[in-house]
């Protein structure tokens, strides 16, 4: 009867898995969709079955259930589909966050060079070397692991010289980082 059921696109796979539960395994476990007779419409289950064995070991009987799993699928694809849409979004606000902070780096990076007080381009520049750590840092915290997961000791060192490299007599001072290999989130990190 579960042959007759199964959606077309499955059948040879529902058929493969009882052949096989008959002649090797003895039972048999799997998703598939089948078609309801009554209405046709096309729902998801999960079939489960064992084989029967007389005293020679020959099949006798099978007997199974099927549990309807329609809407734990379409839920799990709607999840699937949500997760998708969020990851274009992030990657698009990434995109534009590194957009706006490039052109802000470009635009101080002209005002330095154009202006004529030697104090102002230095102000300046050292707003310019900061947005440039910031942006460092930022995509450093955009490429963690799925956990949202960095360990400290790779994440300090580039922190530490990357907002000490605008200062004028950075070359004076000698900075050593010595971190543990601790893993946190960044969200922790983004407020170091």
């Not at 009867?1 to 499955?10: G, M, N, S």
């Not at 902070?101 to 002209?110: F, P, Q, R, W």
């Not at 460092?136 to 994440?155: N, W």
Request: with cysteine; proline share 4%.
């Amino acid at each position: 009867q579960l042959r007759q059921l199964a959606h077309p696109e499955d059948a040879d796979r529902v058929i493969a898995a009882l052949t096989n539960a008959v002649t090797q395994t003895g039972s048999y476990k799997m998703e598939h969709r089948i078609v309801r007779r009554d209405t046709g419409e096309v729902r998801h289950i999960r079939a489960l079955g064992e084989v029967l064995r007389d005293a020679d070991g020959r099949p006798t009987k099978m007997y199974g259930a099927a549990l309807d799993i329609t809407e734990q699928h379409n839920a799990n694809l709607q999840i699937r589909e949500l997760l998708e849409q969020k990851e274009l979004l992030l990657r698009e606000v990434h995109h534009r966050i590194k957009n706006n902070m490039n052109a802000l780096s470009t635009i101080l990076d002209l005002q330095v060079e154009s202006h004529a007080d030697p104090a102002v381009r230095a102000a300046l520049a050292d707003v310019s070397g900061r947005l440039h750590g910031t942006m460092v840092l930022y995509d450093m915290l955009y490429r963690v692991d799925p956990g949202g997961r960095r360990f400290l000791d790779e994440y300090l060192p580039v922190l530490v010289n990357e907002f000490a490299a605008p200062f004028h007599n950075r070359d004076a001072v000698a900075i050593h980082v010595h971190a543990e290999p601790l893993m946190v989130c960044t969200d922790k990190l983004a407020w170091l």
